[in-house]
């Protein structure tokens, strides 16, 4: 573990979100060690269960190859050798980090490892099997904390959802670049930054929209946010940021105009955020949002309950994902269906009624006529989806 003391002789230990606290280290024996090197030198023995985060998500040790691209506090390096010896006699002596504050996640011999078998078992909004399958792409673009995916592809549609912090070095300023031609929906650019300024930060957004053939924009404006969209407005003339208005007791909806009443962007209250989360989760656990990039994954790993709602869990950040959470009130609102020509919700229905028709009729039975208790079960998911 990479491990440092304090001047209280508090024992931290490093992670993707700096220095943690950690409960204590949990030491184990095994015969069944495995030993990965990199190709870069870096070697670490562990046990065959033991998760290590790689290009294709957390992977156990048992499941490596060589090739494989591993995650380690230096960017990637690939699996050179695989060494284990399964007839030896031989106990090795491993060790754990136990409860590292803000989400079990740790650098071993500079290699990000994690201690839970079960990632999302604390809440998390994502479940922890659909966490363990997503897949880090490495960017084709990397700069000033600008991440790029995918190029802009002519005629295609993109939105970018944009949180904003104080620019202080606290929480970052974040926006995900989402191509919303089709569904799939797919992440295809992020930006995240903790020091940048509003002017600069409205700069940014501007030119990305312009990139990705005039990107629809919102902007989340609870706090400073309503500073950067204003500078969208009025000092970048960006056609495209979208606004919204009060729907009363159908709370916020979009809208393309710019009334007295209506503002620069959206306000996450209780309702859009609830809607939000919804929608989100029925989009990445139906593989109906697709994401690419290491940041957003790690704070989808941590972003778990908390009372009736969901947040970073303590010493974490969810600046990425609050933009995804936004994401997914936008694509349930009647305006995002007249940009993209997608009903997301009808569509997140289809998908499910299809995968529940597989579940309850028996392989190879066909009926001519409507089965009673087939569309009784399928009229009571239509009413559950309804209370969306």
Known sequence: MNSQVTNNDRYLVETPNGWKDFSGVRKSVSKNTITVTTHTGNSLEMTEDHLVMTSFGWTTAKELVVDDRLITRDGYQLVNSIHQDKFSSKESEVYDALEVSGGSQYYTNDILSHNCNFLGSSGTLISGSKLKQLVVKTPIHERDGFSQYEASISDNVYVIIVDVSRGKGMDYSAFQVIDVTTMPYKQVAMFRDNMITPIDYAEIIYRASKSYNEAYVLVEVNDIGEQVSSLLHYEFECETLLSTENAG?????????????????????????????????????????????????????TFSRKANSYEAESGCHDDTVMCLVLFGWLSDQPFFREMTDINTMSRLREKTDEELMEDILPFGFIEDGEDRETRAIIDTVEENWMRF
Do not use: A
Request: glycine share 12%; proline share 0%.
């Open 249 to 301: 007791r159908g709370g916020k909806r979009l809208t393309s105009g710019f009334g007295k009443n209506s503002d620069l962007g959206v306000r996450t209250t209780k309702s859009v955020k609830s809607i939000g989360c919804n929608m989100l989760k029925m989009l990445m656990e139906q593989d109906q949002l697709i994401i690419q990039d290491f940041t957003t994954i790690n704070e989808l790993s």
